[in-house]
């Protein structure tokens, strides 16, 4: 009896192995054959840009250029040497906006600058402070160049209105109403549960909901390529709805609050390679939406391929949620090297009984890790337990595979935590592979877990450290 269930557990084992392997070639193969980065016309505009204009000037100059570029079949819109300041930039399609070699687009903190348009913030629908560069139902467009793109966040810019950095008067303003302090994104989640037409949602000047530095909203075909993008005010590149992006050597440097480095949110067939990461929360965070209206829109984040990229400090380095009520699908990360003890996890999927939503076929290998701070895998069904948590709407995680990560030093290995019995009867976290991985350094058992949870597999897994 005891032979013929270690043969039974041989054979899942075996099968599961096929599955995974049979993803990395063909539906990996299949997600990266349709990801093609958009080309341009060989026709270049040049806004007459001064290092000594007011951001104003510069604003109206490189949005006049690249308006008569895309109604001129499209080109590029190249931003010359020199540090200019500047307000909202609009992309429109067609047009690849160029920052070259020695260039520094700055945006000021003159949120006059920043009209309100349609966006999200935390995966809710709202109308805020336009995105320092903004795109909306643009097909065909690009950022690239050797430049810099410099959000000029700091505690004393954009970041304080957090509402824990800095505290002071600015612009007629009493600063202590940032998000926390005053709860305007309370307010606006309350909105999104009673279903308040966006068109009512109306945030911006005098609330304390920063703008995104990058902000694709219902785009298809976009490029951000080679650029180093600096100082956010709130997440880095947030492509929402997009279809077909490419983002290629990309460096990110951003501690500020909420710093994410690169949000794909209901997006579909995404390229994230050769990237580098520093940031003040997760690295790259896959998303679909929060709570009502992320159930609302039921749009998964799905078919994404994540590769080749460094990640230092930040929340988390491949980060699924925590705003993913639509769910995910077919998501693939191999071949990242990620060291930093200010790296809290390696993989991370979060959400909670508000936000729900089915997180499924995610795949990842060949990860280099010196050294995170908590956990390789974590996987936490109660994250952010101080929501109402009687909405009912129970998340599932499903169908991850993980092999081959080498890490010297974390921690734990894989830490789940599932749903309690009073939130569902049934395990939401199962038919978890772990396979040929080396976890170095630990304080707990390779696999710790609360909740409910099952098919939980680990093969040929290695441990070392002080394990109480």
Known sequence: MKNKALVLVALLFATLNVMADDAWKTTYKEIESRIVAPTFKNKTYSPKVKTTYTAAKNQKLINAAILKCSKAGGGKVVVP????????????????????????????????????????????DIINYQPCIYAIDAQNIGISGKGIINGYG??????????????????????????????????LLKMADNNVPVNE?????????????????RCQNAVIEDVELRDSPFW?????????????????????P??????????????IEGCTFHTGDDCIALKSGRNADGLRANTPCKNIIIRKCKMA????????????????????????DMDSPNLDRVVRIKTNTCRGGINENIYVRNIRVGECREAVMRINLVYEPKEIAERGHIPTVRNVYVENIK????????????????????????????????FGGLQAEPLYKTGLVKDIMLENVTVSGTIK
């Open 201 to 217: 949602r109306v945030f911006g000047m005098g609330k304390g909901l920063r703008p995104q530095l990058i902000n694709f909203v």
């Open 313 to 336: 400090d930040g929340h988390g380095g491949v980060v699924i949620g925590s705003e993913i009520s639509g769910g995910c699908s077919n998501i693939f990360a191999e071949d990242c």
């Open 81 to 124: 040497k020199g540090r200019y300041m500047t307000g909202a930039i609009t992309l429109r399609s067609n047009v690849n906006l160029v920052v070259s070699e020695g260039a520094e687009l700055v945006f000021a903190f003159d949120r006059k600058l920043y009209p309100n348009v349609v966006t999200r913030w935390e995966g809710l």
């Open 407 to 438: 890490c010297k030093k974390s921690k734990y290995g894989i830490l789940l935590n599932g749903l309690t019995e009073n939130d569902s009867k049934t395990p939401q976290i199962y038919n978890i592979n772990v396979k040929n991985c080396t």
């Open 236 to 256: 880095v590149i947030h492509p929402l709805f997009v279809k077909n992006l490419t983002v290629r050597n990309v460096t990110i440097y951003n501690e500020g």
């Open 154 to 187: 700091s505690n004393e810019r954009w970041w304080y209105m957090k509402g824990n950095k800095h505290h002071g008067y600015h612009e007629g303003v009493d600063e202590w109403q940032g998000t926390d302090k005053v709860g305007t994104r309370a307010t």
């Open 258 to 271: 909420n710093g994410d480095g690169c949000d794909p949110e209901s997006c579909e067939d995404v390229l």
